[in-house]
């Protein structure tokens, strides 16, 4: 079964192209030219993945992001300005898996499509040294990669793709110092190139959704200077 791609941007001229090029390698496209109208259609009829624009008319990208998040863990490209740093900040710590800046290459984007579809599948599918089953049990986490379900306590934690796979690779060894470039790797892939940062607005987007959970959640620990650890107990 074909995947399907979701473009939401208000420039047509990108929506024509990039759906012609995603078309061209075997993807089922839908396009939304404002975040409204994107927002209702996500959520009726869910896809594999989405490409959101920041500038949008009736809702922009953050609002449509941020609204999106409180249904659904869709991987998430979001595309922001060149130079905007601030956006693209204010994205990860929304959510979103992945960004690239405007103007960018066809090829580019979806080199970062099929790199976040795979880590979606991987993430599914169980593949992981230490956790055969796909059940990673520390304490009261519980990772079940198989169906991509986090729990801590009993209750449910909504991990995005990037926010799960960074939990797992950092409870996958309990008191082990994970740099921020092997998480990287862990969350990206080595074909990736991502920023410091953008490891450290993941983990404080995922301590948040921990602590609306358990407010004395602090099973990962910050190393600064040097990275991530999760607290062995």
């Not at 008319?57 to 609204?67: F, S, T, V």
């Not at 994970?178 to 983990?203: F, M, N, P, W």
Request: charged residues 30%.
């Amino acid at each position: 079964m074909k995947q399907t791609i979701a473009l939401v941007d208000d420039d047509r001229n990108i929506l024509t192209s990039v759906s012609m090029t995603l078309e061209q390698e075997g993807y089922q496209v839908r396009t939304y030219t404002d975040g409204e109208s994107a927002l209702q259609g996500l959520l009726a009829r869910p896809v594999d993945l989405a490409v959101l624009d920041i500038k949008m008319p009736r809702m922009d990208g953050m609002e449509l992001l941020q609204r999106l998040r409180a249904r659904s863990s869709v991987p998430v490209i979001f595309l922001t300005s060149k130079d905007e740093e601030v956006d693209e900040l204010m994205g990860l710590r929304l959510g979103a898996d992945d960004y690239i800046t405007k103007p960018f290459s066809q090829r580019l984007l979806l080199e970062r499509i099929r790199a976040l579809l795979r880590r979606n599948e991987a993430s599914r599918a169980g593949t992981g040294a230490g956790a055969a089953s796909g059940v990673i049990v520390r304490g009261d986490l519980v990772l079940d990669e198989n169906k991509h379900l986090c729990t801590w306590k009993g209750r449910d934690i909504d991990l995005t793709v990037t926010e799960f796979l960074l939990v797992k690779a950092l409870a996958l060894r309990p008191g082990m110092v994970k740099s921020r470039d092997q998480l990287i790797d862990a969350a990206y892939g080595e074909t990736t190139y991502v920023d410091d940062r953008t490891v450290d607005s993941h983990v404080k987007r995922i301590r948040k959704k921990f602590r609306a959970i358990d407010e004395n959640f602090n099973q990962i620990e910050t190393l600064y200077g040097i990275g991530y650890r999760y607290k062995d107990s």
